[in-house]
């Protein structure tokens, strides 16, 4: 393997925006969810994608009518949602010091989700690359993400593992000819990789 491909959400850090995070938000603000929902499926392409920002992302799903609070406080209840999972991200970190393979994200992120989370979490410190679908302007499982994520880090397909905690996102790597790992705890993921011939550190 030359590359490791991370997905952040699910595997790093919790859901940026998710279904139970938008529930989450629904019920703490009265919102009404499966208008939503709704609202959201209808633009979620774009907003992913970089296309629409976030105001405008509130404004097609929240504030298209007056509302008891403000957009400021939406936004806040929105990035406090994300939590980073300790024993993953110290691992990466731990893996990027030992320099033995390009540690690269391929996620799907709204702008500013992707940028607060980035920050926040000091994800810099880890990945040298983000093909997040809002810089990329494409979303997984399309395959054109990875194809990109190949072709720019120059990684032959079959050097390449994508870890993943979504099996649609395995699946389409793996017809791509990429080594993927379907994501379910930092024990399996070991094994996982032993089977491809990398040794994550250890602790």
């Avoid at 093909?131 to 190949?150: E, G, H, I, N, T």
């Avoid at 979504?166 to 024990?187: C, K, T, W, Y």
């Amino acid at each position: 393997m030359q590359t490791i491909f991370w997905d952040l959400g699910g595997v790093l850090l919790t859901n940026g925006w998710d279904r139970a995070a938008r529930a989450r938000a629904c019920a703490r603000l009265d919102l009404d969810c499966n208008d939503f929902e709704d609202r959201h499926e209808q633009v979620v392409g774009d907003f992913e994608t970089g296309r629409m920002d976030l105001h405008t992302y509130l404004d097609r799903t929240v504030f298209f009518e007056p509302r008891p609070f403000a957009e400021t406080d939406f936004r806040a209840f929105m990035f406090e949602q994300s939590r980073e999972n300790p024993e993953m991200l110290d691992l990466v970190r731990r893996l990027r010091a030992r320099r033995e393979y390009r540690l690269a994200v391929i996620n799907n992120e709204s702008l500013e989700l992707n940028a607060y989370r980035i920050e926040r979490f000091r994800l810099r410190e880890c990945f040298s690359l983000f093909f997040s679908s809002c810089f990329v302007r494409l979303r997984k499982p399309d395959p054109r993400v990875y194809q990109l994520a190949l072709d720019v880090t120059q990684t032959p397909t079959g050097a390449a593992v994508l870890v993943d905690d979504r099996a649609i996102n395995v699946e389409a790597a793996r017809r791509l000819g990429m080594q993927a790992i379907h994501f379910q705890d930092l024990r399996q993921l070991r094994c996982s990789m032993a089977d491809l011939g990398v040794r994550l550190p250890e602790g």
